[in-house]
């Protein structure tokens, strides 16, 4: 792939998905990240023109070496894959914009585009892209409230602090519930990834909405061992 006279190269998909990112402090960290602006646009190219059906035949992580891929290779719908095999990553980014795409079409594509596509193609978009693409599937929730309704705008409370201190957590919270915000979700990102600070986090936060009977719902990020424990 070619830029501005430059010619890119890439060993494989794995490149190609990790160099398509925006750049990222984790990808350059872990050594993954474009190494310029022009290599990042030839890897979308790339991507763009890379056929849904080859992505399901070269998966990223191997079924055989990872339980959750072959979970997700068990579960594929091949039928429900089949109105868009044919596409590729960039054509079928064309076709989740297209207006004349419904959203019965869309889910009824639910169970047959793997992780892998979904993530393909949403390297391809831009924020509207994808606020333009997401309007168009209507997902009502329910728990303590109703989210997804047409119209409705949901905001996430994110109360962190730099010392995990849950006074500091709380006082955050009530601020940004006076500001009408957190009808989505009251959710944490804890500095500190132990079972000890995320169940002080996760209690603290249910007190609070159960005491003033809010109509929302908390989570605390943590790995999923964490939250298993």
Not at 33 to 46: D, L, P, V
Not at 146 to 174: C, F, K, Y
Not at 176 to 188: K, M, N, R, S, T
Request: one cysteine or more; glycine letters at 6%.
């Amino acid at each position: 792939m070619s830029v501005m006279a430059e010619r890119f190269a890439f060993s494989g998909l794995n490149e190609v998905f990790a160099k398509a990112n925006e750049e990222k402090s984790g990808d350059r960290l872990a050594g993954l990240a474009a190494r310029s602006e022009q290599e990042r646009i030839a890897a979308k190219c790339t991507l763009a023109d890379l056929p849904l059906r080859d992505i399901i035949a070269r998966p990223l992580i191997l079924p055989e070496a990872d339980e959750v891929s072959r979970l997700l290779q068990a579960t594929w719908d091949e039928a429900a894959f089949q109105p868009v095999s044919a596409l590729t990553v960039g054509e079928f980014r064309e076709y989740l914009l297209d207006d004349a795409t419904t959203d019965s079409a869309i889910k009824a594509l639910r169970w047959g585009i793997m992780p892998e596509i979904a993530a393909a193609v949403a390297k391809l978009m831009s924020n509207r892209d994808l606020v333009l693409a997401a309007s168009r599937m209507r997902n009502i929730t329910r728990c303590r409230n109703t989210m997804g309704e047409q119209g409705v705008l949901g905001i996430r409370l994110q109360p962190n602090h730099p010392a995990d201190d849950l006074a500091g957590i709380l006082l955050s919270t009530i601020e940004g519930l006076l500001y009408g915000c957190g009808d989505a979700v009251i959710g944490v990102n804890p500095v500190t990834d132990s079972v000890e600070v995320v169940s002080s986090i996760l209690h603290a936060l249910n007190r609070l909405i159960e005491a003033y009977q809010i109509p929302t719902q908390s989570c605390c990020l943590a790995h999923i061992t964490t939250q298993l424990q």
